[in-house]
């Protein structure tokens, strides 16, 4: 006679995503959303900039370059390259099924290596002052100069310091040391190639300098870069970024105002 007893329901079987295993994107992977993350701060920053010119409501060329340049429309860019590269990396990363700030290393270490990094780029940094003194070349670029003047006269100081010392950080540092560096580190570029192309990746973004500025920011990056694969923190790297980049706008602040 058959039992009573009703048998237990199988469990429907797993689904396909869910048995799939984590990964890193590699060489190409990386490439090729980074190159997406790139358009999508982009895209973010030339809304800003055509905002300001809509408002701006004539197409006087000279106006319209002083309007782009300006301190206010540049620091709004800036800002808004945040929630762009968050929202952008948040999509590539998806796929991979790793949390997203474990990918992209997003944790403290400890406050040794904090000093340690902290105290090697102050070091770097005094170094290329002493060469551009050296070379009787001015401390400060031409470019930050201008935009801080132009950001004091339209009262947006504050703001031009928080989009260069927070907000630049944040995502430049999360778009290289966060995500190309993850990737690339991975693949077979290794750890050392993985440096050095991010460091210039992350170089390439800075076109308003010329070639001297050049290599001072190719140069941090490749510190940047060694203590994120040291610490595995890119906090820290965020941090000693955004502390270099108000040592350098109080910098150039104090030097115009001699």
Excluded: C
Excluded at 12 to 25: F, K, L, S
Excluded at 189 to 196: E, F, S, T, Y
Excluded at 219 to 245: A, E, P
């Amino acid at each position: 006679m058959d039992s009573l007893t009703t048998a237990a329901p199988e469990a429907p079987p797993a689904m396909a995503d869910e048995q799939r295993p984590a990964y890193v994107w590699k060489f190409w992977g990386t490439s090729l959303w980074g190159l997406f993350i790139f358009a999508a701060m982009f895209l973010g920053q030339v809304a800003v900039i055509g905002y300001f010119l809509l408002r701006l409501g004539t197409w006087d060329m000279a106006e319209a370059i002083r309007l782009i340049g300006g301190g206010l429309t540049i620091s709004l860019s800036v800002i808004l390259g945040v929630p762009a590269v968050l929202a952008a990396t948040w999509i590539a990363i998806r796929p991979t099924r790793v949390p997203y700030a474990d990918y992209l290393g997003l944790r403290w270490t400890s406050w040794r290596n904090f000093f340690v990094g902290l105290a090697t780029m102050a070091i770097l940094v005094g170094s290329w002052d002493l060469l551009s003194r050296a070379l009787g070349r001015e401390v400060t670029s031409g470019f930050m100069g201008e935009v801080m003047k132009s950001a004091q006269d339209s009262g947006a100081l504050w703001l031009l310091v928080l989009a260069f010392s927070v907000a630049a950080p944040v995502w430049e540092e999360i778009f290289s040391r966060g995500f190309l560096y993850r990737g690339w580190s991975e693949s077979k570029l290794g750890v050392a190639g993985a440096i050095v192309l991010s460091s210039l990746a992350w170089t390439a973004l800075h076109l308003q300098y010329d070639w001297f500025f050049f290599g001072e920011i190719f140069s941090i990056g490749l510190l940047l870069g060694y203590l994120r694969y040291r610490t595995g923190s890119t906090w820290l790297t965020i941090v000693l970024h955004g502390l270099n980049n108000l040592a350098a706008t109080i910098q150039t602040f104090w030097l115009a105002g001699q």
